[in-house]
C-alpha cells in the first residue's frame, strides 16, 4: 500500500501568516490531490498534479498554491491565511484509489 | 460543475442491512469509488465501480448504474466498528489528470 505522510497533525497561525503544509507519498505514484474537509460538505478538491511541476486547479483553489519539485513531495502553500481558511486538510495520492495521509487541522486566530 | 448527493445520516442496528444512495452529475465520469471515515481517521478506500453491476467485497457491496448517475453502497450484517462517514467519490476521465470529486459523506451510527 502506499503510505501518505503528512508534517503536521495540528497548526495554529494567526491571519496573514504563510502556511506551508508538506505531504510525502512513498511509492512513487504520479497523482496527488489536496484536499479540505469541512462538516457537511465532504472533501473538496484544491488543487492536484499528476507529475512533477504539473498542478491544476480543483475546485476551491483561491488563497492557495502548490508545488511539486520531486515526484514524491506535494505541497499546500498558504500566502496570508484567514480565519475562513481553518480546516482539516488531507493530501491524497493514487488513481482509482486513493491513499489518504492522517490530515492536517488548521487553525487560523 | 460536478455535484454528488447523498445522505447525510442513517442510524440503524447491529446485525442491520443499510444502504448509502448516492447520485451524481459530473462533466465526465469513469467510476464510482467509496471511502470509509472513522472519528479522527484518515478516509479509506472501500470499492470501486467502473461498471454498472454490483461489487461485493465481504460484507460490504457497491452498485453503479451509469444510465441513472446512481450507485449506492450496501453495509450487511452491521458491527459497531462500521460506525463512520461513508463517502462516494466519482472518477472524472481515465487520463492523466484525472480527479476524484467527493460527496458531502454519510454518518452512520450503529447501535446495539
Known amino acids: 500500500d502506499v503510505k501518505v505522510t503528512q508534517s503536521s497533525r495540528y497548526l495554529v497561525k494567526r491571519t496573514g501568516e504563510k502556511v506551508f503544509l508538506e505531504c510525502v507519498q512513498d511509492?512513487?505514484?504520479?497523482?496527488m490531490f489536496w484536499y479540505r474537509q469541512d462538516p457537511g460538505l465532504g472533501l473538496r478538491l484544491i488543487y492536484f498534479?499528476?507529475?512533477?511541476?504539473?498542478?491544476e486547479k480543483g475546485d476551491i483553489p483561491e488563497g492557495y498554491s502548490v508545488s511539486r519539485e520531486k515526484k514524491e513531495r506535494f505541497s499546500l502553500i498558504l500566502e496570508s491565511a484567514s480565519t475562513n481558511q481553518t480546516s482539516m486538510y488531507l493530501c491524497?495520492?493514487?488513481?482509482?484509489?486513493?491513499?489518504f495521509g492522517e490530515g492536517s487541522r488548521l487553525t487560523v486566530l | 460543475g460536478q455535484s454528488l448527493e447523498q445522505p447525510s445520516e442513517v442510524t440503524a442496528v447491529e446485525g442491520a442491512i443499510v444502504q448509502i444512495n448516492c447520485t451524481y452529475q459530473?462533466?465526465?465520469?469513469?467510476?464510482l469509488s467509496w471511502y470509509q471515515q472513522h472519528d479522527g481517521g484518515a478516509p479509506t478506500f472501500l470499492s470501486y465501480?467502473?461498471?454498472?453491476g454490483l461489487e461485493e467485497t465481504g460484507r460490504f457491496s457497491s452498485f453503479l448504474s451509469r444510465s441513472d448517475s446512481y450507485g449506492y453502497l450496501l453495509l450487511q450484517e452491521l458491527q459497531m466498528k462500521d460506525s463512520a462517514s461513508y463517502f462516494c467519490?466519482?472518477?472524472?476521465?481515465?487520463?492523466?489528470?484525472?480527479?476524484?470529486?467527493f460527496g458531502g459523506g454519510t454518518r452512520v451510527l450503529v447501535k446495539p
Open positions: 511509492m512513487d505514484h504520479e497523482n
Open positions: 459530473t462533466s465526465g465520469f469513469y467510476g
Open positions: 465501480n467502473a461498471l454498472d
Open positions: 498534479s499528476y507529475d512533477v511541476k504539473m498542478k
Open positions: 467519490a466519482v472518477r472524472d476521465q481515465e487520463a492523466a489528470g484525472n480527479k476524484l470529486t
Open positions: 491524497g495520492a493514487g488513481t482509482g484509489e486513493l491513499f
